[in-house]
């Protein structure tokens, strides 16, 4: 009942457009080529096919994962959407074609080729987004704190709930690079939108102090007896060091740490205000 | 002295600290207060000794009564000194928690004027941080040794996580390098927070508003390498540690000569950070693999095998037990074969009450073959190719970088002739002696 066809599939991007899709291929009981958004869509000499988004079709696929098969197929799919991988829709369809067929033990059909690849897949966005959790970087400008990152995944989705409760009153951006969209926190919302360019702001003198204060520990804090750079990098891989303050310092700003260093004999006065503040 | 001085001296000195975890307690946001805690901990940077730094890991104040000798903050040390204003370092932890740099603070302090001096200015620090800030994020506080009860308790009410370090792993050598501790003045503390911590637990269930009391436990530190001590020795106390004050972790910290004192290791030796390893690899086992501290080393084989982890030595010991049957074996068994964790034998569970593992099914799963082939049959099977013998295993057993150490010509001579190779052989022929 599932028959190959040479069909491409086009839709909106969304994961509501893609679940439309997943109607459609049980609809006409067939298994598209491939299913692609269409920013993403390049010429090609099969046969496209356009999938309009429909709300009510895709509430009915999401419920009916939700039901028939299981709650943890339907967490699959839904993170399975923000995954890198590079055919996640079709990877996903084969999924739910399975799920459909094998009832909630599909989840446990862990040596599945279909099942471990979207279960690694998902491992891997997770896997991601735990590390951004931990580095993500913040500056402080006048109206709240920004962050720029540059995930492979979607992480935004995944560590929006962390942020937003762990930073309750706090006005806050974290904008993700590669997918050009942003998490915006607005006490009490929060949203994620697309935007298409995002420039940060010049970091002011407060920003800067502590930026250096936390490079002096981060430098101080490593046991020289003990350097091991692969496993620092083996923990903390070098593609998140472009965003994050410890790993980033200017050289102006760095000898300006060590010459900090050397003022223990002259003391240079500090502004005062930065420690009462 | 400016922030950035006194900041340097205090993370320095507080550097040889090995805790630096922030896992143990799930605490949610809440609205007009600043932060959470997740069970998991999180790891904010990784410094360039590959150690994770999670809290801001200070001392309150590097002066120090005391004059343990192998402490680089004894008081005969000619070093800077520097002490935080419990304001100052509050400031400086909200900052840098806001910016997401850290998961929370980590507090310790030499001991200035006395202990119960030293601990009140601990405890104003974290009060202002939990009470004037509202911060919900992670504290690790260290209990000092000697500090009365009640400010104890109080520094419990506001932390996670509570420490008092062990030290060294005997009376004899506490005696010899530490002659201001004792063994008791350090458990003493221990039991006080073992049973505030199992007190609070019922206290808890039966009122609502009870306040916690340390809910993430409590941890210790021994030094390795810097007294005689064996391995067996420091495994032997680590599960009575485990055992006896329900500790959370037990950390160890290889030791890295900090002076000329007669009785210390000389200054030209680099820290046992192998032997660290292995015994951070076998409180793994205690922990999570179900093994006794009797099953990894006994009396006649007192250190750990550098060449091989703690399990496949065990493995290797015990050969008799293997190979078993991946797809009816029980949790216990599968847990003891090298090449399969704690996660891999959680899916091998589950999967195998949909399908029969194959080995093409287990590389799936995430099992190292190249270690586990040696100890299990899959549906009866072995691995294609392979030829379960003692020493194949060991072969496979013992890492890429460990197989450098070895001289190759006697590698080869592994005792092929006898059926059941013994740990004395192993050891003897990794050392060369056959």
């Known amino acids: 009942m599932y028959q190959r066809s040479d069909i491409i599939y086009l839709y909106d991007g969304s994961f509501e457009g893609f679940l439309s899709c997943v109607f459609e291929s049980f609809l006409c009981k067939q298994r598209p080529y491939d299913i692609v958004s269409e920013d993403s869509s390049e010429p090609s000499l099969m046969a496209q096919q356009w999938i309009e988004t429909d709300m009510q079709r895709a509430q009915r696929v999401r419920n009916g994962i939700g039901k028939k098969i299981s709650e943890e197929a339907l967490y699959l799919v839904t993170n399975g959407f923000c995954t890198c991988h590079p055919q996640r829709e079709l990877l996903l369809l084969d999924f739910i074609h399975l799920g459909f067929e094998r009832g909630k033990k599909v989840c446990e059909l862990i040596t599945d080729p279909t099942v471990h690849a979207l279960q690694k897949a998902v491992l891997f966005l997770k896997r991601e987004s735990h590390l951004y959790l931990e580095f993500v970087r913040f500056s402080e400008y006048d109206k709240g704190l920004v962050s720029v990152i540059e995930p492979k995944n979607r992480v935004l989705p995944t560590i929006a709930p962390h942020f937003c409760d762990r930073l309750h009153n706090e006005l806050f951006i974290i904008y993700d690079k590669t997918h050009r969209s942003v998490l915006i926190h607005k006490p009490p919302k929060w949203a994620i939108v697309d935007l298409e360019d995002f420039i940060e702001p010049q970091a002011d003198e407060t920003e800067q102090f502590y930026r250096e204060l936390w490079g002096t520990y981060f430098d101080a804090i490593a046991i020289r007896e003990r350097i091991n750079p692969r496993c620092q990098m083996t923990h903390m891989p070098k593609r998140y060091w472009k965003h994050m303050t410890e790993m980033q310092r200017r050289p102006a700003a760095k000898t300006a740490a060590s010459a900090r260093t050397e003022s223990t004999v002259n003391p240079v006065p500090l502004p005062e205000r930065m420690l009462s503040e | ?434």
């Open chain 2, 1 to 434: 002295m400016d922030l950035f001085d006194k900041l340097r001296i205090l993370s320095d000195a507080a550097k040889y600290d090995a805790a630096c975890t922030s896992s143990g307690v799930d605490r949610d946001g809440k609205g007009g207060q600043l932060g959470n805690a997740a069970a998991c901990g999180i790891c904010h940077s990784f410094s360039a000794d590959g150690r994770c730094v999670s809290l801001l890991k200070v001392l309150m104040s590097n002066a120090c009564i005391y004059n343990c000798a192998y402490c680089l903050n004894r008081v005969s040390n000619d070093v800077p000194r520097a002490t935080f204003a419990p304001r100052e370092l509050a400031d400086l932890t909200i900052h840098f928690y806001r910016r997401n740099y850290i998961e929370g603070l980590f507090l310790s302090s030499g001991v200035v004027k006395s202990p119960d001096y030293t601990c009140e200015k601990m405890i104003e620090t974290l009060r202002i941080l939990r009470e004037e800030y509202g911060f919900r994020g992670y504290i690790h506080a260290k209990a000092i040794p000697g500090a009365d009860d009640l400010l104890l308790n109080r520094l419990g009410r506001l932390s996670d996580r509570m420490s008092v370090n062990i030290e060294l792993p005997s009376q004899q050598s506490l005696d010899k390098l530490a002659p201001d501790k004792s063994k008791s003045a350090i458990l003493r503390p221990m039991g006080l927070l073992r049973d505030g911590i199992k007190e609070n637990c019922t206290d808890l269930i039966r009122y609502r508003h009870a306040e916690p009391f340390a809910p993430a436990g409590q941890s210790t530190q021994m030094i390795v390498g810097a007294t005689p001590e064996s391995d067996y020795q420091i495994l032997q106390l680590t599960a009575a540690l485990y055992q006896k004050f329900s500790l959370k972790r037990v950390f160890f910290s290889a030791y890295i000569p900090v002076s000329d004192n007669p009785l210390l290791p000389a200054r030209t030796i680099s820290p046992p950070l192998l032997r660290e390893h292995r015994l951070y690899q076998a409180d793994w086992l205690l922990r999570f693999y179900g093994f006794s501290a009797n099953e990894i080393l006994d009396e006649k084989h007192p250190i750990l095998n550098p060449l091989i982890d703690p399990k496949c030595n065990w493995a290797i010991n015990n050969m008799a037990l293997f190979p078993v049957e991946v797809n009816t074996a029980p949790r216990e068994l599968l847990l003891r074969v090298p090449g399969i964790g704690v996660n891999s034998t959680m899916r091998i569970l589950r999967a195998r009450r949909e399908t029969k593992l194959d080995f093409s099914g287990l590389r799936r799963i995430g099992v190292v073959l190249k270690r586990a082939q040696y100890f299990i049959t899959c549906q009866g099977k072995t691995a294609q190719g392979v030829r379960i013998t003692p020493d194949n295993a060991l072969n496979a057993l013992i890492s890429d970088s460990q197989k450098q150490r070895l001289p190759s010509q006697n590698y080869e001579q592994l005792s092929l002739f006898s059926d059941q190779i013994t740990r004395e052989d192993v050891v003897k022929c990794i050392s060369g002696q056959i």
